[in-house]
């Protein structure tokens, strides 16, 4: 099962599409094909859609138009529904069905581009959904360089706790409050306390912070008290996309001991709106990177060679700021880290297996984040927390502004993009949100 | 909005109904008149029922037979879906109505038993499920002799972190595995570490406990971003049900740190089918009992007046224990604790308005968990954990076994039961389950 996904015609870096744009796109070349939940322009129901250059193929329209047949008909069908949920459900072979169908369709020469065509909406008319009802949400901790980093701020000599190296940390986050990239985030309120004050205070966030995380998307999953073995873990992931875990730390401070985050992260949560796919991303699978001398093996319900070999991905990550000064004066978003998803300790098959290991279930549409994905570099640190090391050293923007945390009116931008010598680069869209004063 | 809810002729402890065996039920005389989700005898698909004695009064069919009209029939209408997420939607006026109304049907006298009896179905023929779809589990730490007994353990001589006065303390629990009473719960497994090993092993668990809890079924909700005032958070509960809390202590000990617990206690909680509603138990209201000396009073925005005139329950909680030894020797469940709901330290209506503060958003059928609600005295302990001191002290059974912790085939019974001079006593029927061996 978690052999490596074979690369072949749909990935070939000289396919080229007959839809104006694709070719070469920065996200959505014809080599991606993400799925994901939109509205026409039109306003008629949210339904699914691919998303191809700079337009978006209509799954119920292609449908209607007699586009798909068989496995990849059943697949399209799923896909073309008002979320995703039911799609992620089926699993690899059907999603792989309709993805070689899709690229036949939408590669230059094909016989029915004149009837796929008509199908295609331009994506800056569309409005983009949640791709799926989200069950649960897990956050991990994956990330090693960020765990050090924050973990230097309690315990500067002895920075991981000794559970990290075994245990891939994680916690349940708020499935209610995660939104689809646009959607603006009030900036919260809590209870803050400084440390030499006496009392908390209940006033809004001072210390607001974004995360930059990859996202998971549970594919079909497991029944109560029936652990997916590290092995067969890959077939559950139904596909990939940015997540930004905005954090309040001041209000995180202060309330996380001793049973962890909660109202500093469930104020909201965004996500970019592509489910980009396992076989999407199968050209930039790498090894896991071997772990430093002397850390212990993972137990062995948690290895699988072929997870070892190939369960990491070279993907790089992309935060960008914002400001509304910036916008005024025309400055474009200005870059503050580029950090890399091949920096997680632990590998998504891994983080499957540790989630269902008790017998926890999982399910279609359940999302999972790998935690803040930092690299050891300074230039590659996934928080304002690490990059102004927690608001002493603020950050300098072209603007000639400068910020310790996120201020109101600020825009906080994450990229993916995975790329290589002989294979067409692909990303997965922006993850954008911008910060509203709090109420 | 956080005005007492006033008694009337549906609280009145003379009103007798016609159902036999209802007059005098430990749990639902007409007085009570929970709401759940059950599949009658037959196997037609699940709908919602009011229990009643020991029979099940379907809504399904009693709107079929033209029994509910005007706002009644509306809330009805929603009553009796597959979930009762859209009733919990609905909020205070429609419930009362449709209370109002079951009462008059189902009280010695009334014009309309004949047709009201041809939609009963005996309880113990009926299949009970979950009473809403769960978006959000969210669980708290509102029981102050808990937490200090737990803190103990690590800080003996100061328990209670600093927050825990000012905060509501809770965190996202998982809501998938979350399970109605009756069904198994298989043993989890999972990384445990003696203090003295070098390394966890993965195997089962081995500390294996149960927490008394009492649930809160979250009704209208709030919009992201827009926090509920906590003298209306009283107007979006729907009703309230007995939630065990499985936890798997070895687990929890090795994995929670920095980010609280997941595997320790995702694996399977327990939870009783009825909805018992506010209306139901308003006669057993009480007033939030004063903070010690030199606690610190509430922040402004947990802080009204009226919830705290009439913001607590008193609700007897018990903690009972059948092992397969006493099922085949026919000894009846042995009681391990009786606690009460008395011993929050925060309100309902605080937990709401801590969740929302910061602009989180909760949705009908989201489910809040107390936590753990251990009475100050050593009979009310609400864990194991507790109970045996963290297993140094076994319970002795009148079977003569002895338990550090809940070994396989064990059931544990939660019961609640609310009574008093001058108004019919209700309870909440058990939330029930038997551990299976590790898979």
Request: net charge negative.
């Amino acid at each position: 099962m978690s052999e490596a996904i074979a690369l072949d015609a749909t990935h070939d870096p000289a396919r080229r599409s007959w839809v104006p744009g694709a070719d070469g796109h920065a996200d959505f070349p014809v080599q991606n094909l993400p799925f994901g939940i939109f509205t026409p322009p039109g306003g008629d129901g949210p339904r699914g859609g691919v998303a191809i250059g700079d337009s978006i193929l209509d799954l119920r329209a292609a449908l209607a138009a007699g586009l798909f047949t068989g496995a990849a008909g059943e697949a399209a069908e799923a896909a073309a529904a008002e979320t995703l949920n039911g799609f992620m459900g089926l699993g690899a072979a059907p999603r792989r069905a309709l993805r070689q169908r899709l690229s036949a369709l939408l590669t230059a020469g094909s016989a029915e581009q004149r009837r796929a065509a008509a199908c295609l909406h331009p994506a800056d008319r569309c409005i983009l959904h949640l791709p799926a009802r989200i069950g649960d949400y897990t956050d991990f901790y994956v990330g090693i360089h960020h765990a050090t980093n924050v973990g230097k701020v309690f315990r500067p000599d002895n920075p991981l706790l000794p559970n990290y190296k075994y245990v891939p940390i994680g916690y349940h986050g708020r499935a209610s409050s995660v939104r689809v990239s646009g959607a603006d985030v009030r900036r919260p309120k809590g209870q803050l306390k400084a440390p030499e004050a006496e009392a908390p205070r209940f006033a809004p966030c001072e210390r607001l912070d974004y995360e930059l995380e990859l996202g998971i998307w549970v594919g079909p999953g497991n029944a109560l008290g029936e652990p997916i073995p590290v092995g067969e873990a890959a077939a559950h992931v139904a596909g990939y996309c940015l997540l930004n875990d905005w954090s309040a730390r001041d209000i995180q401070a202060w309330e996380y001991q001793p049973l962890g985050p909660f109202l500093a992260k469930n104020f909201g949560s965004t996500i970019s709106p592509w489910v980009v796919t396992p076989e999407a991303l199968a050209p930039f699978r790498i090894p896991q990177p071997p772990r430093p001398q002397g850390d212990p093996a993972p137990l062995p319900h948690l290895l699988d060679a072929a997870d070892q070999r190939h369960g990491a991905f070279d993907l790089a990550l992309e935060v960008l700021l914002l400001t509304p000064a910036m916008r005024e004066k025309g400055i474009p978003p200005h870059r503050l880290a580029l950090s890399n998803a091949r920096h997680m300790y632990w590998t998504v098959a891994q983080m499957l297996a540790h989630h269902t290991s008790n017998g926890c279930d999982l399910h279609p549409g359940d999302l999972l984040g790998s935690g803040t994905l930092s690299a050891p570099e300074p230039s590659g640190l996934g928080s304002l927390l690490e990059l102004t090391r927690g608001g002493r050293e603020p950050v300098i923007l072209p603007s000639g502004e400068s910020r310790r945390f996120i201020e109101d009116g600020d825009e906080v931008i994450l990229r993916a993009r995975a790329a290589g010598e002989g294979v067409a680069g692909i990303g997965f869209g922006e993850c954008r949100a911008r910060i509203l004063p709090a109420a």
